[in-house]
């Protein structure tokens, strides 16, 4: 018997989970705001559905001055005027960091999997795997926790493969989102988004039999539907990064 | 509340998309399902906007209604209407005068209940979008009907109505077998396919990737038999009609072949009289 409203009363009101929420990362290499305004701007514009109220968090791991205090407060109106929703601040420098505070911004700690990425040599090796690549924390076994989906992903639904790779043995439709901490691998045609590497995974792919995508994305790197016609439309087709290039590649 | 009799089938007919056929469907189905000698009961969920009744003639009975019943302002028997045309059937009728949020969900758990105990098949015509209303109609179903146009946004909205019932069904909820799912193909226009200007049957198959219960023609006889009052699948003259028909004897697991689904070729008197099938 569903619970009555008077009974739902008399219980707690909230509750915390823990849960890994996808989010967009802008990588700052240097701060000026007039050329900040300008590239944001042009981004923008080549997907303004992408962007419209997109909750972002700054990324300071590649910051040039890495210690002298930034101006979150103007970022953040900058951020807004193009109509994105700056939510945080990724750093561990302790000068950012209550320079964020101040402006009144989230501080999240950089992940292990950047900092890694940042430490290697810019060519990566051959794709290791997912799970240690991703890894989040050392006290945790090394288990790849892949996630297998084997009915259609639907308009209007979002499946997430926290820290492994994401398999789909179904089509995923236009309107539906995927994510992956690591790869992703579409056994049917893939017309949503795909974002793989969310956590920043440069070696990361996403593999589809039939590429129809609204967007594909890599550790950040996208590209939308008008950029992925051409030879590889509605082929079976891989996405990566070469450097910071995402490039597809027939299969 | 677990439900006593598990002998009958819910079968919810949606789309999320308004103005597609679920009413005209709906209607059908039903008729096509006490026709045959099956005890069948339709709801309407669609609360505020009630059209069901128009459509099976039956809107001059309506006494008491869904959510009198949910309030217990009625008990079902007072509520329920017999078909004018078929034996075995009857209509629980939407209210005009509420809001949707008048269908709560124990309430109608309730009810199903009840109709479940009577009948054998429960037919739900579900109110277009996918809020309150729409959720109610398809929570509690073991078997969808998603009634499609041949274009995209129809498509699109049957897409995440197939979402919504693989996640927020009972059934999914709580960990059943999942909602069994059909495709209804409605309004369906084989020249404006051939011209381009609609999808085909293969594209929405393949966009969907249901299984295929029917294709029901574009046609003039459906909006002769609903300014009527009569269901068109009484009209077995009709290519709607009898699409319908095939769709309710697939509904039932038997083998039919599609029709309807190519350009018809102009016969004599066609031809010289201009006149139309
Ligand atoms: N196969 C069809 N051919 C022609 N008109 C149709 C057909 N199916 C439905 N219609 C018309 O479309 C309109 C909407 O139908 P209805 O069943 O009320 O849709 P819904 O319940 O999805 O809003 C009605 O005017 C109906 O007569
Ligand atoms: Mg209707």
Redesign the interface.
């Known amino acids: 018997?569903?619970q009555?409203t008077a009974d739902l009363f008399s219980s707690p009101c909230l509750q915390f989970k823990g849960s890994m929420v996808p989010l967009t990362t802008l990588e700052l290499l240097y701060f000026e705001p007039d050329k900040f305004s300008e590239e944001l701007r042009e981004k923008v514009k080549q997907a303004p559905n992408l962007f419209h109220n997109l909750p972002i968090v700054v990324g300071l791991e590649k910051l040039a001055e890495a210690h002298s205090p930034l101006d979150f407060s103007l970022i953040q109106t900058l951020c807004e005027q193009e109509g994105i929703r700056l939510i945080g601040v990724r750093t561990d420098a302790p000068e950012q960091t209550s320079a964020a505070q101040t402006a009144g911004l989230a501080v999240f700690q950089p992940s292990r999997g950047t900092r890694n990425a940042e430490a290697e040599t810019p060519v990566q090796e051959p794709a290791p795997s997912a799970a240690t690549e991703t890894g989040r924390d050392e006290a945790q076994p090394q288990r790849v926790a892949n996630r297998v989906i084997t009915?259609?992903?639907?308009?209007?639904?979002q499946v997430y493969a926290p820290g492994g790779d994401l398999i789909v043995l179904?089509?995923v439709?236009?309107?539906?989102e995927i994510l992956a901490d690591g790869n992703i691998h579409v056994y049917a045609p893939l017309?949503g988004r795909a974002l793989a590497g969310v956590q920043g995974n440069a070696s990361a792919r996403i593999f589809c039999q039939s590429l129809e995508a609204e967007l594909v994305s890599v550790a950040g790197q996208y590209k939308i539907s008008e950029d992925l016609q051409g030879e590889h439309w509605k082929q079976a087709a891989q996405i990566c990064l070469d450097g910071e290039k995402l490039t597809i590649k027939a299969m | 509340m677990e439900r006593v009799t598990k002998l009958s089938k819910i079968i919810v007919i949606t789309s999320g998309k308004g103005g597609v056929g679920k009413t005209t469907t709906s209607a059908s189905i039903a008729s096509g399902l006490s026709k045959l000698g099956h005890k069948t009961v339709v709801i309407d969920f669609d609360v505020g906007l009630r059209n069901l009744d128009l459509i099976l003639n039956c809107e001059r009975r309506v006494v008491y209604d869904f959510v009198n019943v949910i309030n217990n302002e009625a008990s079902l028997n007072q509520a329920l209407i017999k078909d004018k045309y078929t034996e075995n059937m009857s209509i629980l009728p939407a209210s005009q005068t509420r809001d949707k949020e008048a269908l709560s969900k124990e309430g109608v758990e309730r009810v199903l209940n009840e109709l479940s105990e009577t009948f054998e098949y429960i037919i739900c015509d579900s109110p277009a979008g996918i809020e309150h209303g729409a959720m109610m109609a398809l929570y509690y179903a073991d078997e969808a009907v998603v009634v499609t146009n041949p274009e995209v946004s129809s498509v699109r909205d049957s897409d995440r109505i197939l979402g919504i019932l693989h996640s927020k069904s009972r059934r999914a909820e709580m960990g059943l077998d999942p909602v069994k799912e059909h495709l209804l193909l409605t309004r369906y226009n084989p020249e404006r396919v051939q011209n381009g200007e609609m999808l085909s049957v293969q594209d929405v198959e393949e966009i969907l990737a249901v299984p295929l219960l029917g294709v029901i023609p574009e046609s003039k006889s459906v909006l002769t038999a609903s300014n009527q009052g009569v269901p068109v699948i009484h009209d077995q003259q009709s290519d709607a009609g009898q699409a319908y028909a095939d769709a309710v004897a697939r509904l039932l697991g038997e083998d039919r072949e599609h029709r309807f689904l190519d350009v018809q070729k102009k016969g004599f008197f066609q031809r010289v009289f201009g006149g139309k099938a």
Do not use: D, L
């Open positions: 018997m569903p009555a009915t259609p992903v639907r308009s209007g639904q179904a089509p439709s236009a309107g539906a017309r």
